[in-house]
Protein backbone atom coordinates (compact mmCIF):
# COMPACT_ATOMS: atom_id res chain seq x y z
CA UNK A 1 0.00 0.00 0.00
CA UNK A 2 2.99 2.42 1.12
CA UNK A 3 4.55 1.39 -2.41
CA UNK A 4 1.54 2.40 -4.33
CA UNK A 5 1.05 5.76 -2.59
CA UNK A 6 4.75 6.86 -3.49
CA UNK A 7 4.16 5.63 -7.00
CA UNK A 8 1.37 7.84 -7.17
CA UNK A 9 3.49 10.85 -5.54
CA UNK A 10 6.04 10.24 -8.23
CA UNK A 11 3.46 10.50 -11.02
CA UNK A 12 1.77 13.45 -9.97
CA UNK A 13 5.23 15.20 -9.55
CA UNK A 14 5.95 14.31 -12.79
CA UNK A 15 2.83 15.39 -13.80
CA UNK A 16 3.25 18.94 -12.32
CA UNK A 17 7.20 19.01 -13.81
CA UNK A 18 5.69 18.54 -16.72
CA UNK A 19 2.65 21.14 -17.27
CA UNK A 20 5.34 23.64 -15.81
CA UNK A 21 7.78 22.66 -18.38
CA UNK A 22 5.06 22.81 -21.19
CA UNK A 23 3.68 26.51 -19.49
CA UNK A 24 7.69 27.95 -19.97
CA UNK A 25 8.04 27.15 -23.17
CA UNK A 26 4.52 28.73 -24.40
CA UNK A 27 5.60 31.92 -22.43
CA UNK A 28 9.12 31.52 -24.14
CA UNK A 29 7.22 31.45 -27.55
CA UNK A 30 5.23 33.90 -26.78
CA UNK A 31 7.66 36.29 -25.69
CA UNK A 32 9.58 35.58 -28.49
CA UNK A 33 6.32 35.82 -31.11
CA UNK A 34 5.91 38.80 -29.91
CA UNK A 35 9.83 39.94 -30.02
CA UNK A 36 10.19 39.30 -33.86
CA UNK A 37 6.94 41.04 -34.51
CA UNK A 38 7.99 44.18 -32.94
CA UNK A 39 11.35 43.94 -34.67
CA UNK A 40 9.98 43.25 -38.29
CA UNK A 41 7.05 46.03 -37.33
CA UNK A 42 10.64 48.80 -36.76
CA UNK A 43 12.33 47.75 -39.60
CA UNK A 44 9.66 48.66 -42.25
CA UNK A 45 8.80 51.65 -40.57
CA UNK A 46 10.57 54.58 -41.83
CA UNK A 47 12.55 56.05 -39.00
CA UNK A 48 11.83 59.62 -37.20
CA UNK A 49 14.16 62.21 -37.86
CA UNK A 50 15.03 63.85 -35.09
CA UNK A 51 14.93 67.30 -35.75
CA UNK A 52 18.25 69.29 -35.19
CA UNK A 53 18.95 72.69 -33.84
CA UNK A 54 21.30 73.54 -36.36
CA UNK A 55 20.16 74.38 -40.20
CA UNK A 56 23.54 73.57 -41.49
CA UNK A 57 26.87 71.86 -41.05
CA UNK A 58 30.04 73.21 -41.78
CA UNK A 59 33.37 70.92 -41.32
CA UNK A 60 36.67 72.71 -40.31
CA UNK A 61 40.02 71.28 -41.85
CA UNK A 62 43.36 72.49 -41.41
CA UNK A 63 46.18 71.47 -40.72
CA UNK A 64 47.74 70.41 -37.39
CA UNK A 65 51.33 71.51 -36.70
CA UNK A 66 50.67 75.11 -36.04
CA UNK A 67 47.84 74.44 -33.61
CA UNK A 68 47.76 77.06 -31.18
CA UNK A 69 47.26 79.18 -34.56
CA UNK A 70 44.07 77.29 -36.03
CA UNK A 71 42.39 76.87 -32.59
CA UNK A 72 42.12 80.68 -32.25
CA UNK A 73 40.61 80.63 -35.71
CA UNK A 74 38.15 77.57 -34.82
CA UNK A 75 36.97 79.26 -31.45
CA UNK A 76 36.24 82.79 -33.64
CA UNK A 77 34.80 80.80 -36.26
CA UNK A 78 32.40 78.56 -33.90
CA UNK A 79 31.57 81.81 -32.55
CA UNK A 80 29.92 83.16 -35.34
CA UNK A 81 28.71 79.85 -36.42
CA UNK A 82 26.94 79.62 -33.24
CA UNK A 83 25.14 83.24 -34.27
CA UNK A 84 24.05 81.62 -37.68
CA UNK A 85 22.81 78.53 -36.29
CA UNK A 86 25.66 76.58 -37.88
CA UNK A 87 27.28 73.35 -36.53
CA UNK A 88 30.87 74.18 -37.50
CA UNK A 89 33.00 70.54 -36.74
CA UNK A 90 36.92 70.49 -36.42
CA UNK A 91 36.35 67.08 -38.00
CA UNK A 92 40.43 66.21 -36.88
CA UNK A 93 39.28 66.73 -33.53
CA UNK A 94 36.30 65.05 -34.01
CA UNK A 95 37.86 61.58 -35.20
CA UNK A 96 40.73 61.89 -32.93
CA UNK A 97 42.71 59.65 -35.50
CA UNK A 98 45.86 60.70 -37.75
CA UNK A 99 43.61 61.31 -41.12
CA UNK A 100 45.56 63.03 -43.70
CA UNK A 101 43.57 66.37 -45.27
CA UNK A 102 42.31 64.39 -48.59
CA UNK A 103 41.08 61.71 -46.42
CA UNK A 104 38.75 64.48 -44.07
CA UNK A 105 37.90 66.18 -47.65
CA UNK A 106 36.54 62.69 -48.34
CA UNK A 107 35.12 62.29 -45.55
CA UNK A 108 33.17 65.68 -45.81
CA UNK A 109 32.00 64.92 -49.21
CA UNK A 110 30.25 61.90 -48.52
CA UNK A 111 29.00 63.40 -45.46
CA UNK A 112 27.18 65.75 -47.78
CA UNK A 113 28.14 69.05 -45.72
CA UNK A 114 26.71 72.08 -46.25
CA UNK A 115 30.64 74.15 -46.21
CA UNK A 116 34.33 73.14 -45.71
CA UNK A 117 36.49 75.33 -44.35
CA UNK A 118 39.99 74.25 -45.73
CA UNK A 119 43.35 75.56 -45.25
CA UNK A 120 45.78 72.51 -45.82
CA UNK A 121 48.58 71.83 -48.50
CA UNK A 122 47.61 72.52 -52.34
CA UNK A 123 47.97 68.68 -53.45
CA UNK A 124 46.74 67.84 -56.73
CA UNK A 125 44.35 65.59 -54.72
CA UNK A 126 43.07 68.18 -52.47
CA UNK A 127 42.62 69.95 -55.48
CA UNK A 128 40.27 67.52 -57.39
CA UNK A 129 38.67 67.22 -53.86
CA UNK A 130 37.51 70.80 -53.38
CA UNK A 131 36.54 71.08 -56.95
CA UNK A 132 34.69 67.50 -56.21
CA UNK A 133 33.44 69.20 -53.04
CA UNK A 134 31.93 72.40 -55.53
CA UNK A 135 30.60 70.74 -58.04
CA UNK A 136 28.43 68.76 -55.17
CA UNK A 137 26.66 71.61 -54.05
CA UNK A 138 29.53 72.23 -51.02
CA UNK A 139 31.07 75.73 -50.67
CA UNK A 140 34.69 75.46 -49.65
CA UNK A 141 36.47 78.97 -48.60
CA UNK A 142 40.40 78.27 -48.47
CA UNK A 143 42.29 80.04 -45.34
CA UNK A 144 45.44 81.82 -45.41
CA UNK A 145 47.37 80.09 -48.61
CA UNK A 146 45.18 80.54 -51.45
CA UNK A 147 44.80 77.56 -53.74
CA UNK A 148 43.53 79.55 -56.40
CA UNK A 149 43.62 76.67 -58.85
CA UNK A 150 40.46 74.98 -57.46
CA UNK A 151 37.18 76.00 -58.09
CA UNK A 152 36.59 77.27 -54.23
CA UNK A 153 34.32 79.94 -53.59
CA UNK A 154 36.55 82.45 -51.24
CA UNK A 155 39.90 82.81 -50.15
CA UNK A 156 40.39 84.45 -46.69
CA UNK A 157 43.54 85.45 -45.76
CA UNK A 158 46.58 87.83 -45.57
CA UNK A 159 48.15 89.62 -48.67
CA UNK A 160 51.31 88.68 -49.76
CA UNK A 161 53.14 91.52 -51.14
CA UNK A 162 51.13 93.55 -48.19
CA UNK A 163 53.11 91.17 -45.77
CA UNK A 164 56.69 91.54 -47.81
CA UNK A 165 55.67 95.07 -46.99
CA UNK A 166 55.29 95.03 -43.43
CA UNK A 167 58.85 92.75 -43.50
CA UNK A 168 60.85 95.50 -45.28
CA UNK A 169 58.94 98.11 -42.80
CA UNK A 170 60.77 96.25 -39.52
CA UNK A 171 63.82 95.64 -42.14
CA UNK A 172 64.50 99.10 -42.61
CA UNK A 173 64.14 99.92 -38.91
CA UNK A 174 67.08 97.10 -38.33
CA UNK A 175 69.34 97.69 -40.76
CA UNK A 176 71.42 100.90 -41.39
CA UNK A 177 70.86 101.89 -45.34
CA UNK A 178 74.17 101.88 -45.85
CA UNK A 179 74.30 98.26 -44.93
CA UNK A 180 71.29 97.15 -46.39
CA UNK A 181 73.12 95.75 -49.46
CA UNK A 182 75.52 94.15 -47.05
CA UNK A 183 72.86 92.02 -44.83
CA UNK A 184 71.73 88.30 -45.69
CA UNK A 185 68.03 87.29 -44.87
CA UNK A 186 66.30 84.01 -44.97
CA UNK A 187 62.71 83.62 -45.19
CA UNK A 188 61.13 80.78 -43.44
CA UNK A 189 58.18 79.54 -45.46
CA UNK A 190 56.67 75.97 -45.44
CA UNK A 191 57.43 73.92 -48.12
CA UNK A 192 53.61 73.66 -48.89
CA UNK A 193 53.74 77.52 -49.75
CA UNK A 194 53.42 78.00 -53.52
CA UNK A 195 56.36 79.79 -55.26
CA UNK A 196 54.15 82.64 -56.23
CA UNK A 197 53.20 83.15 -52.59
CA UNK A 198 56.94 83.48 -51.41
CA UNK A 199 58.22 85.30 -54.84
CA UNK A 200 55.53 87.63 -54.06
CA UNK A 201 56.79 88.48 -50.99
CA UNK A 202 60.47 88.77 -51.82
CA UNK A 203 59.17 91.41 -54.12
CA UNK A 204 57.22 93.19 -52.31
CA UNK A 205 60.66 93.42 -49.69
CA UNK A 206 62.44 94.52 -53.06
CA UNK A 207 59.83 96.98 -53.95
CA UNK A 208 59.83 98.85 -50.63
CA UNK A 209 63.40 98.77 -50.07
CA UNK A 210 63.72 100.32 -54.06
CA UNK A 211 61.52 103.25 -53.22
CA UNK A 212 62.48 104.10 -50.27
CA UNK A 213 66.40 104.25 -50.63
CA UNK A 214 66.75 104.14 -54.23
CA UNK A 215 70.68 104.63 -54.23
CA UNK A 216 71.33 101.04 -51.77
CA UNK A 217 71.87 97.91 -52.71
CA UNK A 218 69.37 95.04 -52.08
CA UNK A 219 69.53 92.85 -49.19
CA UNK A 220 70.54 88.98 -50.45
CA UNK A 221 67.34 87.74 -49.47
CA UNK A 222 66.75 83.39 -49.54
CA UNK A 223 64.47 81.09 -48.93
CA UNK A 224 64.22 78.42 -46.81
CA UNK A 225 61.76 76.10 -47.16
CA UNK A 226 60.89 74.19 -43.92
CA UNK A 227 59.87 70.27 -43.93
CA UNK A 228 55.81 70.70 -42.61
CA UNK A 229 55.11 67.01 -41.74
CA UNK A 230 54.99 67.60 -37.99
CA UNK A 231 56.29 69.63 -35.29
CA UNK A 232 59.42 67.52 -35.09
CA UNK A 233 60.48 67.96 -38.20
CA UNK A 234 59.97 71.94 -38.21
CA UNK A 235 62.32 72.00 -35.12
CA UNK A 236 64.80 69.85 -36.65
CA UNK A 237 64.32 72.12 -40.28
CA UNK A 238 64.97 75.33 -37.93
CA UNK A 239 67.81 73.91 -35.33
CA UNK A 240 70.03 73.32 -38.64
CA UNK A 241 69.83 76.87 -39.18
CA UNK A 242 71.66 77.97 -35.68
CA UNK A 243 74.38 74.87 -35.20
CA UNK A 244 77.36 75.67 -33.99
CA UNK A 245 79.00 75.31 -37.74
CA UNK A 246 77.05 76.95 -39.89
CA UNK A 247 76.75 81.08 -40.56
CA UNK A 248 74.32 82.77 -38.72
CA UNK A 249 71.63 84.63 -40.81
CA UNK A 250 71.30 88.42 -40.56
CA UNK A 251 67.80 88.35 -40.05
CA UNK A 252 64.87 85.74 -40.11
CA UNK A 253 61.55 86.31 -41.62
CA UNK A 254 58.96 83.31 -40.08
CA UNK A 255 55.87 83.04 -41.61
CA UNK A 256 54.22 80.47 -39.51
CA UNK A 257 53.77 81.23 -35.35
CA UNK A 258 55.33 77.50 -35.23
CA UNK A 259 58.59 78.60 -37.05
CA UNK A 260 58.78 81.63 -34.77
CA UNK A 261 59.10 79.60 -31.41
CA UNK A 262 61.53 76.89 -33.17
CA UNK A 263 63.64 80.66 -33.79
CA UNK A 264 63.66 81.91 -30.76
CA UNK A 265 64.12 78.83 -28.80
CA UNK A 266 67.27 78.14 -31.42
CA UNK A 267 69.19 81.45 -30.92
CA UNK A 268 68.91 81.02 -26.59
CA UNK A 269 69.92 77.32 -27.62
CA UNK A 270 72.88 78.01 -29.37
CA UNK A 271 73.49 81.51 -27.58
CA UNK A 272 72.78 83.46 -30.51
CA UNK A 273 71.46 86.30 -28.92
CA UNK A 274 72.28 89.63 -30.66
CA UNK A 275 73.74 87.68 -33.69
CA UNK A 276 70.52 87.46 -35.36
CA UNK A 277 67.49 89.72 -35.72
CA UNK A 278 64.28 87.76 -36.05
CA UNK A 279 60.34 89.21 -37.27
CA UNK A 280 58.08 86.72 -36.15
CA UNK A 281 54.59 85.79 -37.41
CA UNK A 282 51.15 85.60 -34.81
CA UNK A 283 51.43 86.94 -30.83
CA UNK A 284 51.15 84.17 -28.12
CA UNK A 285 52.37 84.52 -24.63
CA UNK A 286 56.03 83.05 -25.50
CA UNK A 287 56.65 85.14 -28.47
CA UNK A 288 55.70 88.40 -26.91
CA UNK A 289 58.05 87.76 -24.14
CA UNK A 290 60.33 87.41 -26.40
CA UNK A 291 59.70 90.61 -28.00
CA UNK A 292 59.62 91.85 -24.34
CA UNK A 293 63.10 90.40 -23.63
CA UNK A 294 64.73 91.81 -27.26
CA UNK A 295 65.35 88.29 -28.15
CA UNK A 296 63.01 88.76 -31.35
CA UNK A 297 62.83 92.23 -32.87
CA UNK A 298 58.75 92.41 -33.41
CA UNK A 299 56.20 90.08 -34.91
CA UNK A 300 53.34 90.28 -37.66
CA UNK A 301 49.74 89.56 -35.89
CA UNK A 302 47.25 87.82 -38.07
CA UNK A 303 43.72 88.54 -37.34
CA UNK A 304 42.31 85.07 -36.16
CA UNK A 305 38.60 86.78 -35.41
CA UNK A 306 38.48 88.14 -38.21
CA UNK A 307 39.73 85.02 -40.16
CA UNK A 308 37.81 82.67 -38.45
CA UNK A 309 34.56 84.73 -38.27
CA UNK A 310 34.65 85.80 -42.62
CA UNK A 311 35.09 82.17 -43.53
CA UNK A 312 31.87 81.26 -41.74
CA UNK A 313 30.24 84.25 -43.10
CA UNK A 314 31.47 83.67 -46.99
CA UNK A 315 30.05 80.07 -46.77
CA UNK A 316 27.03 81.46 -45.54
CA UNK A 317 26.58 84.05 -48.26
CA UNK A 318 27.21 81.83 -51.15
CA UNK A 319 24.58 79.63 -49.88
CA UNK A 320 22.12 81.98 -49.81
CA UNK A 321 22.71 84.15 -52.20
CA UNK A 322 24.38 82.01 -54.84
CA UNK A 323 27.62 83.70 -54.81
CA UNK A 324 30.58 85.67 -52.15
CA UNK A 325 33.39 87.90 -52.63
CA UNK A 326 36.24 85.58 -54.25
CA UNK A 327 38.89 87.35 -51.45
CA UNK A 328 38.40 88.50 -48.12
CA UNK A 329 41.56 90.34 -46.97
CA UNK A 330 42.35 89.94 -43.47
CA UNK A 331 44.20 92.85 -40.69
CA UNK A 332 47.45 91.96 -39.89
CA UNK A 333 49.16 94.40 -37.40
CA UNK A 334 52.93 94.70 -36.41
CA UNK A 335 53.48 94.20 -32.61
CA UNK A 336 57.16 95.37 -31.36
CA UNK A 337 58.68 96.20 -27.62
CA UNK A 338 56.60 98.91 -27.04
CA UNK A 339 53.17 96.98 -28.06
CA UNK A 340 54.13 93.81 -26.64
CA UNK A 341 54.71 95.10 -22.99
CA UNK A 342 51.68 96.71 -23.35
CA UNK A 343 49.82 93.40 -24.33
CA UNK A 344 51.89 91.41 -21.32
CA UNK A 345 50.19 94.33 -18.99
CA UNK A 346 46.62 93.84 -20.50
CA UNK A 347 47.31 89.95 -20.02
CA UNK A 348 48.55 90.41 -16.44
CA UNK A 349 45.36 92.62 -15.20
CA UNK A 350 42.85 90.33 -17.06
CA UNK A 351 44.81 87.17 -15.45
CA UNK A 352 44.79 88.71 -11.73
CA UNK A 353 48.29 89.83 -11.99
CA UNK A 354 50.15 86.72 -13.27
CA UNK A 355 50.24 85.96 -17.20
Known sequence: MGEKRRNNKTAEKSYNYMVIGMAVIIVVMIITEVTIGLFLRNMNEPEMEVESPY?????????????????????????????????????????????????????????????????????DEAVGLIDAAVQKGIAVSVLNNDIDMSQRQ????????????????????????????????LILASSDMEEGATALITLAIEDYISENFPDESLPATQIVRIDADDTFSVEEDIRKLFGYDTDIPDIVLCLEGIYTQCVYQSIVDYNCVGECQVVGCFANEEILEAIDKGIIYSTISIDTEEMGKSAVKAIEEYNSMGYTNSFVPVDMEIINKEKAKDLIGSQKADDGGEL
Not at 58 to 84: P, R
Open 154 to 185: CFVGISNYELGQMYASEISKMVNKDELGKTDI
Open 55 to 123: KSHYMYIVDDKDNEFWDQVYKYASEQAAVDGIFLEDIRKSLNLNYSNEDLLRIAINSSVDGIMYAGAPT
